[in-house]
């Protein structure tokens, strides 16, 4: 009994991280930018309207139609995610698309390699595990300062499953 239950430790993840996108402007700053353009479209509009350049109004809802658009393809875009986790046997990446389908890598962490491409003035600029005939791109989405600190933990992470 206890030997079961010390291999069912031995192979809990000792590492997880969730990466997800960033987005700097939340929902509340999302319905105040676009509280700010209707109404500058509205008052702005209605002068032209006023004057009887009555297309301009029409243009003018245009943009704002199109910045909705744009930002709402943003945000469905941020739904992207990825699951990283390393056990002293295992090493798994669950990469899930904005449209809900998902992808599972395995590897065995003692085989895995992490690799990452630098540039002298951006930083890191792609990380990628290889293994088993397998080269998984992961933190795609990430800006640099979070490429740096996921790179970091990730590889000590490896690390300390080869070790052990």
């Given at each position: 009994?206890?030997?079961?239950?010390?291999s069912f430790q031995a192979d809990e993840p000792f590492?997880?991280?969730?990466?997800?996108?960033?987005?700097?402007?939340?929902?509340?700053?999302?319905?105040?930018?676009?509280?700010?353009?209707?109404?500058?479209?509205?008052?702005?509009?209605?002068?032209?309207?006023?004057?009887?350049?009555?297309?301009?109004?029409?243009?003018?809802?245009?943009?704002?139609?199109?910045?909705?658009?744009?930002?709402?393809?943003?945000?469905?875009?941020?739904?992207?995610?990825?699951?990283?986790?390393?056990?002293?046997?295992?090493?798994?990446?669950?990469?899930?698309?904005?449209?809900?389908?998902?992808?599972?890598?395995?590897?065995?962490?003692?085989?895995?390699?992490?690799?990452?491409?630098?540039?002298?003035?951006?930083?890191?600029?792609?990380?990628?595990?290889?293994?088993?005939?397998?080269?998984?791109?992961?933190?795609?989405?990430?800006?640099?300062?979070?490429?740096?600190?996921?790179?970091?933990?990730?590889?000590?992470?490896?690390?300390?499953?080869?070790?052990?």
């Amino acid at each position: 009994m206890s030997d079961t239950n010390a291999s069912f430790q031995a192979d809990e993840p000792f590492f997880h991280a969730l990466l997800t996108p960033h987005r700097s402007l939340g929902r509340t700053g999302f319905l105040v930018l676009m509280g700010a353009l209707s109404f500058g479209w509205l008052v702005t509009g209605a002068f032209f309207l006023s004057r009887g350049a009555w297309p301009v109004f029409g243009f003018f809802g245009l943009d704002v139609v199109a910045v909705y658009i744009a930002f709402r393809v943003n945000y469905r875009a941020a739904r992207a995610r990825e699951e990283v986790s390393v056990s002293r046997t295992t090493l798994d990446i669950r990469k899930t698309a904005p449209s809900g389908k998902s992808e599972a890598h395995r590897f065995n962490p003692f085989w895995a390699r992490f690799s990452v491409a630098r540039h002298a003035e951006i930083g890191i600029t792609k990380m990628t595990v290889e293994g088993q005939g397998q080269n998984v791109p992961i933190g795609g989405f990430l800006d640099p300062e979070s490429r740096e600190s996921f790179a970091t933990a990730f590889s000590r992470a490896l690390a300390t499953a080869k070790a052990r």
